[in-house]
């Protein structure tokens, strides 16, 4: 596909992603941003546009798969951002806030309990908010292996959190 055969196709193209995007409930500048991306996308493509059947739903899909990065990436919020000052605001009881900072206490020492690898990958991720290929090159692993070791870690840590819970 040449340049000007994807000009007269881009413009629809674009009106599809928005609209895939405000369907799937973004607001408008994230709609936007995504169709950006999905046009960018499609422009590194054009040269093999040709095998797909249907652009249309190439660009659903596209447009689908990058909000859903775009949500991720928004809804990663450190485990430490919040304070006990915080935290004591908004708690009613003085026995609420002794319950609540022995809790987060808690929750710290299990955290430093991790086998170290784990800890490092959840403390680069959540605290430092640093993304996988970040993680891996600093630890010297994969960035599937600092996948891994996150959902190893949260694991852990719910497994704890159950025990807790039901002691």
């Not at 319950?99 to 430092?128: C, D, F, G």
Request: with cysteine; hydrophobic share 40%; aromatic share 4%.
């Amino acid at each position: 596909m040449d340049e000007q055969e994807f000009e007269k196709i881009a413009v629809a193209l674009r009106k599809k992603a928005i609209a895939t995007c405000l369907g799937c409930g973004a607001d408008a500048m994230q709609a936007e941003d995504v169709a950006q991306d999905v046009l960018l996308r499609l422009w590194q493509m054009r040269d093999t546009l040709d095998r797909y059947r249907s652009l249309d739903a190439l660009v659903v899909v596209m447009a689908r798969n990058n909000l859903a990065s775009l949500h991720r990436k928004e809804r990663n919020v450190p485990i430490m951002s919040v304070n006990n000052k915080q935290l004591q605001s908004q708690l009613i009881t003085p026995d609420e806030s002794l319950i609540s900072s022995q809790e987060v206490a808690w929750l710290n020492e299990a955290i430093k309990r991790l086998p170290s690898t784990q800890y490092a990958v959840l403390h680069m991720r959540q605290v430092e908010c640093r993304d996988y290929d970040e993680i891996a090159h600093r630890l010297g692993i994969e960035s599937s292996t600092a996948r891994s070791l996150l959902s190893r870690a949260r694991i852990k840590l719910l497994e704890e959190i159950k025990k807790r819970n039901t002691l």
